[in-house]
């Protein structure tokens, strides 16, 4: 199993940053593909951005450009930052892990709120 704690959310003005953090913990071998997704109120979870084991990142056209997801390997930790914030990127961000059997490690959850 592996276990994820994310951190890092928070209240930002629109056009300001922030940067998510998830540690990941338990069988790190199975992972292949380390994701962000996000949930909105009333909406439908979506995958925002991920990294595979060999780096190879991919956004969500409506991030692009202004969220950038990364790794350190050495703490087995992966970070979302966040720049020019709007509104609409409101909601609550999960970090999650995909193993063969695919997305089934989920972190708690952080809410990120943007205010206009």
């Known amino acids: 199993q592996v276990q994820l704690v994310e951190s890092g959310g928070g209240l930002v003005q629109a056009g300001g940053s922030l940067r998510l953090s998830c540690a990941a913990s338990?069988?790190?071998?199975?992972?292949?593909?380390m994701g962000w997704y996000r949930q909105a109120p009333g909406k439908q979870r979506e995958l925002v951005a991920s990294i595979t084991r060999g780096g190879t990142t991919s956004y969500v056209d409506s991030v692009k450009g202004r969220f950038t997801i990364s790794r350190d390997t050495a703490k087995n930790t992966v970070y979302l930052q966040m720049n020019s914030l709007k509104p609409e990127d409101t909601a609550v961000y999960y970090c999650?892990?995909?193993?063969?059997?695919?997305?089934?490690?989920w972190g708690q959850g952080t809410q990120v709120t943007v205010s206009s």
């Open positions: 338990g069988s790190i071998f199975s992972i292949g593909v």
């Open positions: 999650a892990a995909r193993s063969l059997t695919g997305w089934n490690s």
